[in-house]
């Protein structure tokens, strides 16, 4: 079985300052994971993977993971919040079967908030 | 083409009604998926084709009927829905259905069921 947490149902955060959303997860074998962002009334937009190589994982709109292996983590970071970075942001995972499913397994969601 | 496009983007049924939503793609993409959304939940799977096959059904009831007439299109048919059926319909698409491929969300329809 696979599964995801996202810890935390809303995260806040000032302009300009620093944000992270967590994510850990649980494969048997190796994971593949996803951060995807839905902007409100829209459809989820994929913004970055891990595979497999370098822990750190750069995507779009400045956006970048950390894949921890002990941890069994991939929080979502970015160095500067922008207020249009408000959104709902889920983590997901897929692992390869048998032992995993290619179908993948989204965590509940964070509710990112940026103030101004 | 980078998107998948859904239509319509809003529609409102009676309990008797028949209707269906529409999804398409143009990217080449061989995986296509169906989601319920409820809000600020994450997605359900529905279904999943694969090369036009339908490859997973997620015990989806009967009211809702898949279908895909060729590699760029996906339907899905509805009748005789409840209230409880109103959520936003996601399709997505992936190269494949291999593990390492990242899904591509259309904006979704919001179905309101009275």
């Known amino acids: 079985a696979q599964s995801v947490a996202q810890p935390e149902d809303q995260v806040n955060v000032a302009e300009g300052n620093p944000l992270t959303v967590k994510c850990t997860y649980s494969v048997s074998g190796n994971p593949y994971l996803f951060w995807y962002v839905q902007y409100p009334n829209r459809g989820l937009q994929f913004l970055l993977k891990?595979?497999?190589?370098?822990?750190l994982v750069k995507g779009s709109y400045g956006f970048e993971a950390e894949f921890n292996k002990s941890q069994t983590s991939f929080h979502l970071k970015k160095p500067s919040a922008l207020v249009s970075d408000s959104a709902l942001y889920f983590c997901?995972?897929?692992?390869?079967?048998?032992?995993?499913?290619?179908?993948?397994?989204f965590g509940r969601g964070t509710s990112l908030i940026v103030h101004p | 083409d980078t998107e998948v496009t859904q239509t319509p983007k809003h529609l409102v049924m009676g309990m008797t009604n028949k209707k269906s939503l529409k999804c398409e793609q143009h990217m080449g993409h061989r995986a296509m998926y169906w989601y319920k959304q409820k809000a600020k939940k994450p997605p359900e799977l529905m279904f999943v084709?694969?090369?036009?096959?339908?490859?997973i059904n997620e015990s989806v009831p009967s009211r809702f009927s898949p279908e895909c007439p060729n590699s760029s299109l996906l339907n899905l048919h509805l009748h005789a829905l409840q209230p409880e059926d109103s959520a936003l319909y996601l399709c997505?698409?992936?190269?494949?259905?291999?593990?390492?491929?990242?899904?591509?969300f259309g904006p979704g329809t919001r179905l309101t069921v009275l």
């Open positions: 084709y694969s090369y036009e096959k339908l490859s």
């Open positions: 997505a698409s992936s190269v494949g259905t291999n593990v390492d491929n990242e899904q591509f």
């Open positions: 997901a995972v897929r692992a390869s079967p048998p032992r995993g499913s290619y179908i993948p397994t």
């Open positions: 891990y595979i497999t190589g370098d822990n």
